[in-house]
């Protein structure tokens, strides 16, 4: 299965976008690149996924470079709401289990 | 429409005491997962199931068995509660749309103590 490196902790002001970074040099060609988060205590909660294009959606944007080897989720303004830890998560093909790794702390100050 | 629903939401046991956590979903999903979380740490994976009748071991499985009896619901037994297995314990459902697209959904959490 292939193994991500994420920061471990990020700040960002309220109103600014905010840019966490993934590495998944080892993903294989039918692996999707998808993000989590987890407010505390609560549940994870899906916010995006990707093959090899850029996505959107209401809550966020995903960049997949060209070589798949590296991602960068955008929240474009970020929220106090928006403090979690977020996870950057291989999944698909032969790589059935969602398995989450250690992700970014991402704390939004006023 | 009630997605995950884990039963219960805090427990405490004594050692060597038994129990059994229990998980539904109500959204015809294939697949289902039990997480422990335990604090300051990321979730950790101790069993999956694809499909009903079917279960496999994921990060952290030891002390643990699951039973997958029908599509709705997974549950996870803890047969010999040991203090170590203090956690926030999470269960998920998932399935593949047609787009190939994978979205999990969480339940909130069972808070279990081992005195």
């Known amino acids: 299965d292939a193994k991500t490196t994420q920061p471990p902790s990020m700040d960002c002001a309220e109103g600014r976008a905010a840019n966490l970074p993934c590495n998944h040099s080892t993903i294989s060609g039918n692996e999707y690149v998808y993000w989590y988060r987890q407010i505390h205590s609560q549940g994870p909660q899906y916010i995006i996924h990707?093959?090899?294009n850029n996505e959107t959606n209401e809550m966020a944007s995903l960049i997949i470079t060209e070589d798949r080897k590296s991602s960068t989720l955008i929240l474009p303004h970020a929220t106090l709401r928006d403090t979690a830890v977020y996870y950057c998560?291989?999944?698909?093909?032969?790589?059935?289990?969602?398995?989450f790794g250690k992700g970014t702390l991402l704390t939004v100050n006023p | 429409n009630a997605g995950v629903t884990q039963t219960p939401k805090f427990q405490v046991l004594k050692t060597g005491q038994s129990m059994t956590l229990q998980c539904a979903q109500d959204m015809n999903h294939n697949s289902m997962y039990w997480y422990r979380q335990d604090p300051g740490m990321g979730l950790r994976l101790i069993y999956y199931?694809?499909?009903?009748?079917?279960?496999d071991k994921g990060e952290v499985p030891n002390g643990y068995n699951v039973s997958r009896l029908n599509k709705r619901e997974f549950s996870l037994r803890l047969e010999s509660a040991a203090p170590s297995q203090t956690s926030v314990y999470f269960c998920?459902?998932?399935?593949?749309?047609?787009?190939?697209?994978?979205?999990?959904?969480f339940g909130q959490g069972t808070r279990l103590t081992v005195v």
């Open positions: 199931s694809a499909s009903e009748g079917t279960t």
């Open positions: 990707g093959l090899k």
């Open positions: 998560i291989p999944l698909g093909g032969s790589n059935y289990k969602l398995t």
């Open positions: 998920a459902s998932s399935d593949r749309d047609r787009v190939g697209r994978t979205e999990a959904f």
